[in-house]
Nanobody, 127 residues
Framework: QVQLVESGGGLVQAGGSLRLSCAASGRAFSASVMGWFRQAPGKEREFVAAISKSGSNTYYADSVRGRSTISRDNAKNSASLRLNSLKPEDTAVYYC????????????????????WGQGTQVTVSS
């Protein structure tokens, strides 16, 4: 059984930065694509970023590209998302997700590609 636990959320002023972490336990972390998604109040969950098994390939939503960095440490079964230049519209609950099966690049942003989800961590950006 896979368990994912996010941490690092909080309240930050616009322009600030946060580093979100995802601790994974269970199956095959190093063989899994990891993704970050977010859900703002009243909106559907949306893709933020994903990283390949080795960490050599990363994928970002247009909304965060250039001001965020996804990374992973397979030795520690952890993944991280660094968010810079935060905006009020970044306010959301952020979720990490793990995909047990291979994921093609075109499907990195699809929720259906991921099998396990954490409980989420709240990020609130004040203006």
């Amino acid at each position: 059984q896979v368990q994912l636990v996010e941490s690092g959320g909080g309240l930050v002023q616009a322009g600030g930065s946060l580093r979100l972490s995802c601790a994974a336990s269970g199956r095959a972390f190093s063989a899994s694509v990891m993704g970050w998604f977010r859900q703002a109040p009243g909106k559907e969950r949306e893709f933020v970023a994903a990283i390949s098994k080795s960490g050599s390939n990363t994928y970002y939503a247009d909304s965060v590209r250039g001001r965020s960095t996804i990374s992973r440490d397979n030795a520690k079964n952890s993944a991280s998302l660094r968010l810079n230049s935060l905006k009020p519209e970044d306010t959301a609950v952020y979720y990490c997700a793990q995909a047990l099966d291979p994921v093609g690049a075109v499907n990195m942003g699809s929720e259906k590609s991921y099998d396990y989800w954490g409980q989420g961590t709240q990020v609130t950006v004040s203006s």
